[in-house]
């Protein structure tokens, strides 16, 4: 056993960090796949923190002033997961022995719906980072709003991924621009990506990009030094700026012919190398060992803990975070009417949600008059006055989208976010987490369609909204009308269970009726234009693209051809009705067509073949938008022919079955 690996038998706080790294290369041994590397190299500066700094009762996870700890390098799992084991939540030694296997509470990246304790879902590199900033922002807005009942801090760790990803660049300006003081980064630098040296890569200088950003930081050069790690963290709470800590580590610590290098990060030491990790730090062969005196510590720190959320509570009952007020359909009733851009019919329903419910908050990326999204009450959240409403995120949509997630994760805030649907590209990781994570946030993406114009296909977007229809839980609402955008707002102001886009039009639309403001909820989808009790022909549609269809159903009524139009601005809350309840609002037709000015993949179900749609399976066209739609072949009368070719070839449908 090497003098400078063994840990003093007298000290508890070495026999902690040797306990987290045995366990952690015990879980990953035990499921024959993982990543020991980290939460052995790392394993001092996070028993610190845990110990020394975070605020926390294992008692109460869900405690709203505790402080968040982010483990950004999820692959690192294996470290927080006896982090949480040791202080005492409901973490027994059977699920670390049940690690990355079926139905554990130890999946392969920490997931908060699964495990308690686990403050957000990681994995893809950054998105944990970029949390703790959009966490550490609603602490300062909450604080803002209700004084000493917050005062917490954001804790996160990151590895070299997580900062070579765009969205650390972009997240970690944003902390800066807002001075996010109560956020705290440790950085494990140990030198190593999965392909060998980090600088064979990247040799960015971290700390003067931080730096840059605003950010204090300071280094740690011994990653061992508990004492070190200890008041780099006292200095860094004392700093009215985000922090970095940068940590020199080794990855795989402690374990011999492995250290340092990248056969530590993602595989299983192997039983021989184990076993001699354990011999060089006289550790029992037993695995998965706690040391009597390590839980003990770790139980008397719980304890204090769960006193100081008690004092907590007992200074400020009934100060806690009041949930966000979800009967507001009174409050939207009426307020967006007429011929408009469903964009600007969302402006009304936000000027009116922001009034109802001081809790929307958010803003756009650099586009708040474009996407009207400027006009939400309540000021602007700056680094000087936190107590605003709307954030300027600025050109990061996905920063912006992952910060969404750390203020729906925080508790208190219904966030939204806004772009051109077209850059939805650039947050949709950020977005597919949101609905993994089954986050309630609001997208509002507008300038829906090639009807974009001049700007060209670059701008005009065609696969995107198919496209976002395929991530789960995430639900795609392409509203008509201004009456129609008030009830999809209803639905993502009521909806808890995950993320809704709003998918927003350019150019004024004309005004389809009234409707009820919940239908897009319980049906999405209604009947409109003209009444036709036994239709020949139904034609579904969604946005923009329903008064194209009301235009040719009035000229093939006229031709003796009696023609329903739907609106559809939710398809797969319409499709996943039982079939009498979508032949109720179908109608008898003995044709069904559909038309969406985009991929029309995913309507071929609800029609009885691709040949039944018109939509656009390529890219747009720079001009007018009217005469793009025009060359595209999105016309009324091309409507008109595809139902009369529809009619002639016309087979049993799936709908009626």
């Given at each position: 056993m090497s003098a400078d690996l063994a840990p003093d038998r007298a000290d508890v706080d070495g026999r902690a960090v040797t306990t987290l790294r045995l366990l952690a290369a015990d879980m990953v041994e035990a499921a024959g796949s993982g990543h020991p590397g980290l939460p052995m190299g790392a394993a001092p500066m996070a028993w610190v923190l845990w110990s020394r700094h975070l605020r926390h009762d294992p008692s109460r996870p869900d405690w709203p002033d505790r402080d968040r700890f982010v483990l950004s390098a999820g692959h690192g799992s294996a470290l927080l997961y006896a982090l949480l084991h040791l202080f005492g939540y409901s973490l027994p030694l059977d699920e670390l022995r049940r690690f990355r296997q079926l139905g554990s509470?130890?999946?392969?990246?920490?997931?908060?719906?699964?495990?308690?304790?686990?403050?957000?879902?990681?994995?893809?590199?950054?998105?944990?980072?970029?949390?703790?900033?959009?966490?550490?922002?609603?602490?300062?807005?909450?604080?803002?709003?209700?004084?000493?009942?917050?005062?917490?801090?954001?804790?996160?760790?990151?590895?070299?991924?997580?900062l070579m990803e765009g969205i650390s660049h972009e997240a970690a300006s944003l902390a800066g621009q807002l001075r996010l003081g109560r956020l705290v980064v440790l950085y494990d630098d140990n030198d190593i990506t999965i392909d060998g040296p980090a600088g064979q890569s990247c040799r960015d200088d971290v700390a003067g990009r931080f730096a840059a950003y605003g950010w204090h930081t300071v280094r740690v050069p011994d990653g061992?030094?508990?004492?070190?790690?200890?008041?780099?963290?006292?200095?860094?709470?004392?700093?009215?700026?985000?922090?970095?800590?940068?940590?020199?580590?080794?990855?795989?610590?402690?374990?011999?012919?492995?250290?340092?290098?990248?056969?530590?990060?993602?595989?299983?030491?192997?039983?021989?190398?184990?076993?001699?990790?354990?011999?060089?730090?006289?550790?029992?062969?037993?695995?998965?060992?706690?040391?009597?005196?390590?839980?003990?510590?770790?139980?008397?720190?719980?304890?204090?803990?769960?006193e100081r959320r008690r004092q907590w509570e007992a200074a400020f009952a009934g100060r806690q975070d009041r949930a966000p007020a979800l009967d507001h359909a009174a409050a939207l009733h009426g307020i967006a009417?007429?011929?408009?851009?469903?964009?600007?019919?969302?402006?009304?329903?936000?000027?009116?949600?922001?009034?109802?419910?001081?809790?929307?908050?958010g803003g756009s990326a650099d586009l708040a008059g474009s996407t009207g999204t400027d006009a939400l009450p309540g000021g602007v959240v700056t680094a000087d006055d936190y107590s605003g409403s709307t954030i300027h995120f600025g050109i990061r949509e996905h920063a912006m989208a992952a910060v969404l997630n750390g203020l729906a994760l925080h508790g208190g805030f219904r966030p939204f976010g806004s772009t051109f649907l077209v850059f939805s590209d650039y947050l949709r990781p950020a977005l597919?987490?949101?609905?993994?994570?089954?986050?309630?946030?609001?997208?509002?993406?507008?300038?829906?369609?090639?009807?974009?114009?001049?700007?060209?296909?670059?701008?005009?977007?065609?696969?995107?909204?198919?496209?976002?229809?395929?991530?789960?839980?995430?639900?795609?609402?392409?509203?008509?009308?201004?009456?129609?955008?008030?009830?999809?707002?209803?639905?993502?102001?009521?909806?808890?269970?995950?993320?809704?886009a709003l998918i927003l039009s350019r150019q004024s639309l004309p005004d389809l009726g009234a409707c009820p403001v919940g239908f897009v909820g319980e049906s999405g989808a209604r009947v409109v234009g003209a009444a036709v009790d036994e239709p020949q022909v139904t034609i579904l549609a969604?946005?923009?693209?329903?008064?194209?269809?009301?235009?040719?159903?009035?000229?093939?009524?006229?031709?003796?051809?009696?023609?329903?139009?739907?609106?559809?601005?939710?398809?797969?809350?319409?499709?996943?009705?039982?079939?009498?309840?979508?032949?109720?609002?179908?109608?008898?037709?003995?044709?069904?067509?559909?038309?969406?000015?985009?991929?029309?993949?995913?309507?071929?179900?609800?029609?009885?073949?691709?040949?039944?749609?018109?939509?656009?399976?390529?890219?747009?066209?720079?001009?007018?938008?009217?005469?793009?739609?025009?060359?595209?072949?999105?016309?009324?009368?091309?409507?008109?022919?595809?139902?009369?070719?529809?009619?002639?070839?016309?087979?049993?449908?799936?709908?009626?079955?």
């Open positions: 509470a130890t999946p392969g990246h920490p997931e908060s719906v699964h495990t308690a304790g686990v403050e957000t879902t990681t994995g893809p590199l950054g998105q944990g980072l970029a949390n703790a900033v959009g966490l550490a922002l609603a602490e300062r807005m909450q604080q803002a709003r209700l004084g000493a009942a917050v005062d917490h801090h954001t804790y996160a760790l990151v590895g070299d991924g997580c061992n030094d508990l004492d070190a790690i200890d008041a780099a963290l006292v200095a860094a709470k004392a700093d009215a700026r985000p922090s970095l800590i940068i940590v020199r580590t080794v990855i795989g610590f402690g374990a011999p012919g492995v250290e340092g290098t990248a056969a530590a990060h993602g595989s299983p030491l192997g039983p021989a190398t184990l076993a001699a990790t354990r011999e060089r730090f006289g550790w029992p062969e037993t695995a998965f060992h706690v040391p009597a005196d390590v839980a003990a510590h770790a139980a008397e720190l719980a304890a204090a803990g769960t009417t007429g011929p408009m851009a469903t964009r600007q019919a969302s402006a009304r329903v936000l000027a009116a949600a922001g009034a109802a419910l001081p809790e929307l908050v597919r987490l949101s609905a993994l994570m089954g986050l309630p946030v609001v997208y509002v993406f507008t300038h829906d369609s090639v009807a974009v114009g001049e700007d060209g296909p670059t701008h005009q977007p065609v696969e995107h909204v198919e496209s976002l229809r395929l991530i789960p839980n995430l639900a795609v609402l392409r509203p008509a009308d201004a009456a129609e955008t008030v009830a999809a707002w209803h639905v993502a102001l009521t909806r808890t269970t995950g993320p809704t969604t946005g923009s693209e329903v008064a194209l269809a009301c235009s040719a159903a009035g000229e093939l009524s006229a031709a003796a051809v009696p023609t329903r139009v739907v609106s559809v601005p939710w398809r797969e809350r319409f499709a996943a009705l039982a079939p009498a309840d979508r032949a109720g609002i179908v109608g008898t037709a003995d044709v069904v067509v559909a038309v969406e000015a985009g991929a029309t993949g995913g309507w071929a179900a609800l029609t009885g073949g691709p040949e039944r749609v018109l939509g656009l399976d390529r890219f747009g066209a720079s001009g007018p938008g009217e005469r793009v739609l025009e060359h595209l072949g999105l016309t009324a009368a091309a409507l008109v022919e595809l139902a009369r070719r529809s009619l002639l070839t016309r087979e049993a449908m799936p709908l009626h079955a």
